[in-house]
């Protein structure tokens, strides 16, 4: 079982619906990220939470430490959102900078 | 937001020869940069981690005489292919870390690597 794990890891939806990627992981953690990579590969991190709730524009990340449970949202998604999403934690145990990942919620907005 | 770049962005080589990919901190000093691997439809795998003037720590599994890691400065870390072969065909990604008392990690573009 991965440390990490992403539900769905698949989803396809329609210009303007709400989205939400799931991320539960199963050690303890100092920090969560999540990650957009598109399909010319170049990531680009989303956000960095250790608690609480973050908002960037039409997305927001909210982080559960009690559940380890970490979700993302897309308000009005956009084609442009299409991309693979990845949660990605630095574990407590172990080298402390080097990230866990996620296997990635590829995500598809038709208009 | 910091930005990190990576040079080249695509290469194709020759079975047998060696490759050399840049990754540089364009704004900031990094103090740890990593190396990362991956394949298709794949999570990003870890290669190895960089720290500035001192050697590379390799994940298991990774050939550290194979894959050569430099970070030579605080904004510039090396990977280089040798003896370059087809399965190691593969796209590159490295990040970097800002400095000890962050979590924050910054990605580079990437560099896909077609051996032939």
């Known amino acids: 079982k991965n440390e990490v794990e992403q539900s769905p890891q698949n989803l396809t939806a329609q210009e303007g619906e709400f989205i939400t990627i799931n991320c539960s992981y199963s050690?303890?953690?100092?920090?969560l990220h999540w990650l957009q990579q598109h399909p010319g590969g170049g990531i680009v991190s989303l956000f960095m939470?250790?608690?609480g709730k973050k908002k960037h524009g039409r997305l927001i990340a909210t982080i559960n430490i009690q559940e380890k449970h970490s979700s993302l949202h897309i308000t009005a998604s956009h084609p442009r959102d299409s991309a693979v999403y990845i949660c990605?934690?630095?574990?407590?145990?172990?080298?402390?900078?080097?990230?866990?990942f996620g296997t990635g919620t590829r995500l598809q907005v038709t208009l | 937001g910091a930005v990190v770049s990576q040079h080249p962005s695509w290469v194709i080589c020759k079975s047998g020869t060696s490759v050399k990919i840049e990754c540089r901190s364009l704004d900031f000093q990094a103090t740890t940069m990593f190396w990362y691997r991956q394949f298709p439809k794949q999570s990003l795998m870890l290669m190895a981690t960089s720290n500035e003037g001192s050697k590379a720590t390799y994940e298991q599994g990774v050939e550290k005489d194979k894959f050569l890691i430099n970070h030579a400065s605080l904004t510039l870390s090396t990977l280089t292919v040798t003896s370059a072969h087809p399965e190691d065909s593969s796209f590159y990604i490295c990040s970097a870390r800002a400095g000890l008392g962050t979590y924050e990690q910054y990605f580079g573009p990437g560099t896909r690597l077609t051996v032939t």
């Open positions: 939470l250790s608690s």
């Open positions: 050690v303890g953690i100092s920090a």
């Open positions: 990605a934690v630095n574990p407590m145990t172990g080298t402390a900078s080097k990230l866990t």
